[in-house]
């Protein structure tokens, strides 16, 4: 009888803990497993390192390394995480080990088939990132309260841009949306002006890892 495949190993670029930095759970301790590997090339990019290289670790040694933090909660981030087959089986395995999960995805791979109790943190891509064009429009209608949509914008076009995609999509009513501006691209306070000048049912956000520890690699 032919015995069940064992779990695909993943390609990890890095594991740490840190303070999450974006999104509705900014603030929180958190231990980030960052996955190796990412189809987009976005022009703004601050991960480049994750593109290639980390190392091979199958799921119980990833299980035991974030076990070692003491930590319940956890982010899958990249790169782009659903880009590796054993992602999924990650999300599910950490959800049934107790841990609050959230994924951060780009948003132009298909999040249908992610474990429910994940919180998805979908990055819709505007003009300005160049990579507008691979967006999965599709993911949209998959969103649900717990998840988040997120617009990285890198000026008045883009903003504008993402404006339109709000009033056009109804976005607002599936779940969060959060704006926040590329850095030495667009003034916050510049971002945030328009935000509040437009009234726009939006949270503006920052990356507070980079307030606290700029381009450090591992915080």
Known sequence: MKQASAAPALRVGEIFHSLQGESTRVGLPTVFIRLTGCPLRCRWCDTAHAFSGGESLPLAAILERIAAFGC??????????????????????????????????????????????????????????????????????????????????????????????????????????????????????????????????VRFQLQLHKLLWGDERGR
Do not use: H, M
């Open 72 to 201: 319940r909660t956890v982010c899958v981030t990249g790169g782009e995480p659903l880009a590796q087959a054993g992602c999924r089986r990650l999300l599910t395995a950490l959800c049934d080990a107790g841990y609050s999960v959230s994924l951060e995805t780009s948003g132009a791979l298909d999040i249908s088939g992610v474990d429910p109790r994940v919180a998805r943190i979908v990055d819709l891509k505007p003009p300005g990132s160049g990579e507008a064009e691979k967006n999965r429009w599709e993911n949209l209608a998959l969103l649900r309260p717990t998840d988040e949509l997120k617009f990285v914008l890198a000026s008045r076009a883009d903003y504008d841009w993402a404006k339109s995609v709000l009033a056009g999509r109804r976005i607002g009513e599936l779940c969060p949306v959060l704006f926040s501006p590329v850095a030495d691209a667009l003034p916050p306070a510049e971002l945030a002006g328009w935000i509040l000048a437009d009234r726009l049912p």
